[in-house]
């Protein structure tokens, strides 16, 4: 097939949230210009339902959609199906699969990220991250006795939670679940409420086991059977059945403190000759599963040594920036993402990213911070096309209001949590006081302090202390008179500071 060249415009790569968002914006900017998006996948991901529920806090649902959808939408926009090869910066041009080339004026790259796997190839070793490797998951599952998880962030927290009738043993680096959101006292709160809702089920037949390594006691009760499904992220395990062959509900067995050191294949683990634990390893209580041998074994930094039917792998991301990008002389981040600037800039000129797949390089505001989630990619795409926008005029334009504070708001364990600011006090070393309210079962407050000012929150439950603390870490007023009034349940705090 002859090369087709087509001339200059605005090119998007990407048909995550990012891409869309940013061609969506550049549609809306320049009506009369084609602009093209060029994605990988045959669907596009949509943001839907939007609500802005405060100044900086959002909720929206994530859809996908067929591409024609979108060009319905926005008559300027043309989808192209197919993934990008290669990038030649310097002729400003894209290379794509189906053999055609496409110069463009500016380029904002949203190719996403991809998991970042303890082990790349591994058969028994899976990562989740779009609806393929989730499918792929659910079908694994299925037949699945035991599984492993690894891993201590936002998948992790979801699965443990959402799977049934299969045991898991989740594997975890910290002392307490869920790092990269949560401090210890979150989650003890949220492992305790685990619990007990448990407790609260209404199905006898079904039972959970939950025990923390190193914790005296098991701690079993029934469980909940008409949460399975129950929105814990806004859409991807919502239409997958994640239910393995078993009848009890829940059996969680954390392991704390500790890495992944080997992970045997059947045969090879017989050569060893070591000696996989059983689980649970209760005298009183009856053992779950137990099978003379495991398709996979996996040898924990603790000594610890489980069989499992195979490893989910939830260890974070790593930004997409190989092989296509290859050749080009970007700058990268740390975390080996697309370094961008105040203006979405990467270091190539005309080309922008903005997503998963780009490091923000500017002096962030005191209370915001870079997290690779949904609402970050939204904004990251539509002010990266305002940027493109502006500079297409010759100028440059103001930080969007969006980065001045890290705001997230999404469901653990059920749980409306929101996220606010240095919400774990990070980069504040020693020098913060924190002020919590916890009513077991019911709320979680926990506010960051430095200086008489609010840095940062975290809201567990229906606490409706959003907006309001959102305020008060936005306007840096100083809080030093009201002490610990701060969270004084009785007072109503909205009226305080209005
Ligand atoms: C299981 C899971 C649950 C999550 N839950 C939440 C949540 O509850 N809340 C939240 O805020 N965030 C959540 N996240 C994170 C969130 O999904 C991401 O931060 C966000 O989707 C990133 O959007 P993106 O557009 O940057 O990248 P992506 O959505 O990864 O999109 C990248 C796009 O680039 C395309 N692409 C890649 N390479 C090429 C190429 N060479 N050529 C052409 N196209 C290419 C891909 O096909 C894709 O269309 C979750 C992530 C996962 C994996
Ligand atoms: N509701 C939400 O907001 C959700 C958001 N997400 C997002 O999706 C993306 C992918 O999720 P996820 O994979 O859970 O990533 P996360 O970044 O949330 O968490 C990764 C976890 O894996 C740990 N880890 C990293 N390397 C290893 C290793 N070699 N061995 C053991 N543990 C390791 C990390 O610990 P450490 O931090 O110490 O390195 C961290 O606890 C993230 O951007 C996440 O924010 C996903 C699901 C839900």
């Not at 002392?175 to 006292?185: E, L, P, R, V």
């Not at 403190?257 to 294949?265: F, G, P, Q, S």
């Not at 059947?266 to 495991?294: A, M, R, S």
Request: charged content about 25%; proline content about 4%.
């Amino acid at each position: 097939m002859a090369a087709v060249r087509s001339e200059g415009t605005f090119v998007v790569v990407g048909g995550g949230i990012a891409g869309v968002t940013c061609a969506e914006q550049l549609a809306v900017n320049f009506p009369a210009e084609d602009i093209l998006l060029v994605t990988a996948s045959p669907v596009i991901k949509a943001v839907t339902n939007f609500k802005q529920v405060s100044k900086v806090l959002e909720e929206f649902d994530v859809e996908e959609q067929p591409s024609t959808v979108l060009e319905n939408r926005f008559p300027n926009i043309k989808v192209i199906e197919s993934g990008v090869k290669q990038l030649k910066s310097e002729e400003h041009c894209i290379f794509t699969e189906d053999g055609h080339q496409h110069v463009y004026k500016k380029l904002c790259l949203c190719a996403g990220a991809k998991p970042k796997l303890i082990c790349e190839g591994n058969p028994y070793v899976l990562g989740i991250r779009d609806t393929d490797s989730a499918q792929e998951f659910q079908r694994q599952l299925t037949k699945a006795k035991r599984i492993m998880i690894v891993g201590n962030g936002g998948i992790a927290l979801e699965l443990v939670y959402e799977i049934e009738g299969c045991e898991v043993i989740w594997a975890i680096k910290d002392k307490a679940i869920g790092n990269t959101f949560f401090d210890a006292g979150a989650a003890e709160f949220l492992t305790s409420k685990l619990m007990s809702e448990k407790s609260e089920a209404k199905i006898a037949h079904r039972r959970t086991i939950y025990t923390i390594e190193g914790a005296k006691d098991e701690n079993r009760s029934k469980a909940k059977a008409d949460n399975v499904g129950s929105a814990l992220g806004p859409d991807w395990h919502g239409g997958l059945n994640l239910k393995g062959p078993e009848e009890f509900s829940h059996s969680i067995h954390i392991e704390t403190r500790c890495e992944v050191k080997n992970i045997y294949l059947q045969e090879e683990f017989k050569i060893t000759k070591k000696k996989p634990l059983t689980f649970p390893k209760h005298q009183d209580k009856p053992v779950t599963v137990d099978k003379e041998t495991w398709p996979v074994y996996v040898e924990l930094s603790n000594g610890k040594i489980y069989g499992c039917d195979f490893i989910v792998s939830a260890t974070g991301v790593t930004p997409n920036v190989h092989p296509f990008l290859h050749g080009n002389n970007f700058d990268l981040g740390e975390d080996g993402g697309l370094k961008v600037d105040e203006q979405m800039r990467t270091s190539l000129p005309d080309i922008y990213a903005a997503g998963d797949i780009c490091t923000a390089c500017w002096q962030p505001s005191p209370v915001w911070q870079q997290m690779r989630l949904w609402t970050q990619a939204r904004q990251m795409g539509w002010y990266a096309a305002k940027c493109m926008a502006a500079a297409t005029s010759g100028h440059s334009i103001d930080m969007d209001f969006s980065f001045e504070l890290f705001a997230h708001v999404t469901k653990f364990f059920n749980y409306k949590v929101v996220l606010l600011g240095k919400y774990n006090a990070q980069g504040l070393g020693s020098d913060h006081e924190l002020m919590l309210r916890c009513t077991r079962g019911q709320e979680y407050v926990k506010v960051v302090m430095q200086n008489g000012r609010m840095m940062g929150a975290v809201l567990i439950g229906e606490t409706d202390l959003e907006e309001t603390f959102e305020n008060l870490i936005l306007n840096q007023m100083d809080l030093s008179s009201y002490g610990e009034n701060l969270l004084d349940p009785n007072i109503d705090i909205e009226d305080y500071f209005d």
